[in-house]
Every structure is written in C-alpha cells, then in structure tokens.
C-alpha cells in the first residue's frame, strides 16, 4: 500500500517553457503533500507543503510565483513551474502523507520527475 | 543549518559485510525517525523508523538503533548484498509532523 505516482518521470523543453508535474496518491488519500527538489548527489530539499483545499506554504527562498502548487483533491497535487530556465532544471519529488497538520504518519514518496531545461 | 549531520558520505562494503550509516541530531522537537533508500532515478522509499521511546528496532537485515541522550541514531544492514548498493538518507519529522528533515545522504556500494 501508499503508492504515490509522479507523472511525467521526464521533461526536455525549452527554456519560458511552463511545466506542470502531477503527484498522485493511488491508494489512500493525501491530506497533506510535500514537493522536494534535488541537485544531483545532494539530498532532498523541502520546496513547498500543500494540504487539500488551502494554499500551500513555501519554504523559504522558494518563489511562490514560480512554483505553483495546486492541492485541489484528496489524490492529486499539481507542481507548475512558470517560465522555466536552465537553472530551474533538477530533480523533483513529491510525497504525500495521510492525516492533516499535526500527524506523524510516514511520508510516501513518488519516483520523481527529472526537468531539463535548454 | 543543517539540523541531521549524516555520515559517512559514501561507504564501500563486501558482500555479506556490516554496513553501518550514523545520523546525529540537534532538534529535541524530532520525534519520529524514519530510513530512506534511494536508487539512481528513483524516489526515496521508506526503509525503516523509529520512534525516540525505544532503542532499537529490527526489520530483517535492517536495523535502526537509537540514542535518545546523545541525539544520534543509526542504521545497521546485516549480511549486505549488492543489491542494497544504493543511496540512504536518514531524515527526522518534528513532533508538529510538518517539516521533515533529511540528513545528506550516503551513498553505499556493496562489492559481490
């Protein structure tokens, strides 16, 4: 149980290129999702955390206009990134966890999507 | 600020050898401590956690052994195999259970 899909596993475009990556919960429902990115050989960094229904909270250093996260259902968090450049490329991951706000219940992470931009 | 110092950075083993990943923390506000294996071009899955209310938990090869009074925790992979080459990263959730944080990494590679 707790699969979490991420859709695309790839993206190639060009650069002021917006892309959007999917995040779905397949088996039980994500009250809260988190979206990760990250550089190759480093570790996960913390972008944004999304519950359903409300407005994301973005880490600090991470632009809310650039990054847009959309929470709308229980199963799916969208991460949109507008205008893309070459310095936007790496890895990004989504996780996605049962429970609202206080809950440590494990985090369940998707298979990433790797964005290269040219 | 890098609130879970993970070492060592990589780590060489032979087959059917210990490998041991040592995490230190400095958050008394952790209170859940969960393993995660990472392969190239793939997410991290959950490997095993703990909680801070006991000392050591055992999942077949793997084990995490915590120490509460230093604030540093461990993970043990008994009879290591090539396959578990891969990167590992410890991480801390805080007792609000919003802000999970990862340790850098360790990058293992299993000789056969």
């Known amino acids: 149980g707790a699969v979490v899909s991420q859709h695309p596993s790839r993206v190639i475009c060009k650069s002021g290129t917006s892309v959007k990556i999917e995040c779905r919960s397949l088996d039980f429902q994500a009250t809260t999702m988190f979206w990760y990115r990250q550089f190759p050989k480093q570790s996960l960094m913390l972008m944004a955390t999304s519950n359903e229904g409300s407005k994301a909270t973005y880490e600090q250093g991470v632009e809310k206009d650039k990054f847009l996260i959309n929470h709308a259902s229980l199963t799916l968090s969208t991460l949109t990134v507008t205008s893309a450049h070459p310095e936007d490329s790496s890895f990004y991951i989504c996780?996605?966890?049962?429970?609202?706000?206080?809950?440590?219940?494990?985090?369940?992470f998707g298979d990433g999507t790797r964005l290269s931009i040219l | 600020q890098q609130q879970v110092k993970q070492s060592p950075q990589s780590l060489i083993v032979q087959k059917g050898g210990i490998s041991i990943i040592n995490c230190a923390y400095e958050?008394?506000?952790?209170?859940?401590f969960p393993w995660y294996q990472q392969f190239p071009g793939k997410g991290p899955a959950l490997l095993i956690a703990?909680?801070?209310?006991?000392s050591e938990k055992k999942e077949g090869r793997f084990t995490i052994s915590f120490n509460k009074s230093a604030k540093q925790f461990s993970l043990h992979i008994m009879d290591s195999q090539p396959g578990d080459s891969a990167t590992y990263f410890c991480?801390?959730?805080?007792?609000?259970?919003?802000?999970?944080?990862f340790g850098g990494g360790t990058r293992l590679m299993v000789k056969p």
């Open positions: 996780s996605a966890r049962r429970g609202y706000g206080t809950s440590n219940q494990p985090q369940h």
């Open positions: 703990i909680r801070p209310d006991v």
């Open positions: 958050n008394t506000a952790f209170d859940y």
């Open positions: 991480a801390a959730l805080n007792n609000a259970g919003n802000m999970l944080t």
